[in-house]
Structure formats: C-alpha cells, structure tokens
C-alpha cells in the first residue's frame, strides 16, 4: 500500500478494485496504522450494504449453503462478498480455510469477493477484526455481504452485532439439543434453516425449531423456519426471498437502525467504549435512529455521535 497515494487508494477501494481492497483488508487484518487510517477515510461511504449473518453448529452445512446463495444472488444480478472465519489451529494458529474450498464455484466471478480469516482464537464465533473487513466490502460496493462464523455453540452469538439479517443453520437430528442452545444462538436468529432437509430426521427438526418459536412472543418480525437440501440447490431461491422480505420487514424500523448503527461502532471502537455503549440510556439511541429515519443523519454520523456519547458518559463516571 506504500507505493500508492491514500487518496488513489481511497479511489481505488471505492470502484471496487479488488487487488486494492485485498490489500486493505490484510492492513486492516494486521492492525497496521495504515489499515485504522483507511478505515476512517471510509467512514462516511459505509452503511449501505445488507449483512447477512449465517451461523450454526459444526457439519450443518453453513459453506454449502452460502455457495448456493451467491449463485442465487448473482443469478439476480448482485455483487457478494464474502466473510468466512475459520478455527484457528492451537498449534500453529493458521486455519485450513475449507470454507474457500466450497464456494470454489464463484471465486472467479468478479462480482464476487470472499475472504477467509482466521478466529486467532476470538471467541463469539466471528475474528477480532471481521467487523473491520465487512465495512471494507461496504465501502466497495458489495450490496450483499455474507458473513460465515465459524462452528458455532450456544454463546457464539457476536454475529449478532454485525449482521442486519441473522440465519441460524439447523442441521437434522438436533432433536433434544434444541433445548439445551435455544437460550443462545437460536434466539438471534430471524431465519432458521433446517439444512440436509433430505434427511430422515429433518421433519423433527422443524417440528421442534417451530414449537420453540410458539413459546415467544415477537414484535417486528417472527423468524420463520425453512427448509434447504443446498447440495442439490433445493429451497435456496425461497431462502433468498425471505432475506429480502426481512430485509424489507426491517428496513424502516428503529431496530433496523439501531442495528446498524452498532454494526459500525463494533468496527470503529474500542471494546471498552462498546460495552459504554451498550450502558447508554435507551433515549440516546432512541434520538439517533430517530435522525437516521428522518434523513437528518447517516449511519457513519450516527456512530460518530454514538462514540461521542459513550466517551462523555465515561468522563462523568
């Protein structure tokens, strides 16, 4: 990045220039003061991109099912990218990165960008700095950004705060351990998705899943369980529809904004101004989204003053 002028690659991450944005992401990844220096220059071109969290435990098929959505997505004439976090090994703390393997299908569309990074031993499910590369996809132009936590268990739920849409994959014979996750991961979700749908076991799947669902009361939006066979294609255009009815659902109300104005924070704070923020008084936030629905603010401005309003909370203590 030393050999191009901030403003060319401020330009260059802008269009969408891929050999730019890969290498703002390692400077982003590797906390360099080049990659923080980025980040702010892009500030006020994030916030327009829908993220959709795809999390679940290990096997059910998360990587298979996100290939098939970017051939959905891509088939309507999207652009993707593409975050997909791996465990890090104990040892060497490398990843394998077979996430790249399955969605070998589109690596060399040029409409879609997919990054694999490694946990580094975050937990939460997602890496220390994924919600850093999201924004950098934001900035380029990446309408969808689909972001793939690792193998996930019951508190493995900080996909949460980066993700305006979040699916839960459910893979057959879950059976009684949907009661030992369900105050966890599934409560996050606005889609679940019994994958492997073909199996035997997939109709109690759903069952289950369903009657959790009946326990709870929602007010925005009831999250809906469907089912997929992603190795064959089946129930991925349905899949597809109902992220953009979500997506629509949401898009005008103050969670809507609120989740994205925290998604943004999570990129562009320091963990202990997060956890200010999330002390702050309901009103404060209620006040910011309500500038956000009115035009008067944008989602960068938003966080700003989010930060603003974390770090004057914490003079006063």
């Known amino acids: 990045m030393t050999a191009e002028t901030p403003s060319g690659v401020i330009a260059a991450i802008l269009a969408g220039e891929r050999r730019a944005l890969a290498r703002a992401m390692s400077a982003v990844e590797n906390e360099t003061e080049a ?3 980025l980040l702010h220059q892009l500030h006020s071109h994030l916030g327009r991109a829908h993220v959709l969290g795809v999390t679940g435990p290990p096997g059910a098929g998360k990587s298979t099912l996100v290939n098939a959505l970017i051939g959905e997505w891509l088939a309507r004439g999207g652009r993707v990218g593409v975050v997909a976090v791996d465990p890090s090994s104990p ?7 077979g996430d ?22 975050h937990g939460g499910g997602l890496s220390r700095t994924a919600a850093r590369v999201i ?25 949460a705060e980066v993700a305006d849409t979040r699916i839960v994959v ?9 009661q030992a996750i ?35 009361h929602y007010e925005t939006w009831t999250p809906q369980v469907m089912r ?18 979500h997506a629509k659902a949401c898009a005008s109300s103050r969670l809507s904004h609120l989740g994205r104005i925290r998604r943004l924070v999570a990129a562009s704070a320091a963990d202990w101004v ?43 203590d």
Not at 301 to 311: G, I, P, Q, T
């Open 182 to 216: 369900k105050a966890g991961i599934l409560e996050i979700a606005d889609i679940l998705v019994v994958n492997k749908a073909d199996l035997p076991l997939a109709d109690r799947a759903e069952r289950e899943l369903l009657g959790m669902l009946s326990l709870r």
């Open 274 to 316: 997060k956890r200010r923020i999330e002390s702050l008084a309901t009103a404060d936030f209620e006040q910011l989204c309500a500038a956000v629905q009115r035009g008067e603010l944008d989602y960068a401005s938003a966080d700003l003053r989010a930060v603003e309003l974390a770090l004057n909370a914490g003079k006063r």
């Open 100 to 121: 790249r393997i399955r969605m070998g299908d589109h690596q060399a569309d040029e409409r879609v960008f997919i990054r694999s990074l490694a946990s580094r031993g």
């Open 91 to 97: 040892f060497s703390g490398g990843a394998i990165l």
């Open 35 to 37: 990659g923080r220096a």
């Open 170 to 178: 459910c893979p057959p014979g879950l059976g009684d351990e949907v």
């Open 228 to 245: 997929t066979v992603a190795t064959r294609g089946e129930g991925v255009k349905e899949l597809a529809d109902m992220i953009e009815r």
């Open 135 to 159: 924004d950098l996809l934001d900035a380029a132009g990446y309408e969808h950004i689909i972001v793939e936590t690792v193998g996930a268990g019951q508190s493995e739920v900080e996909v």
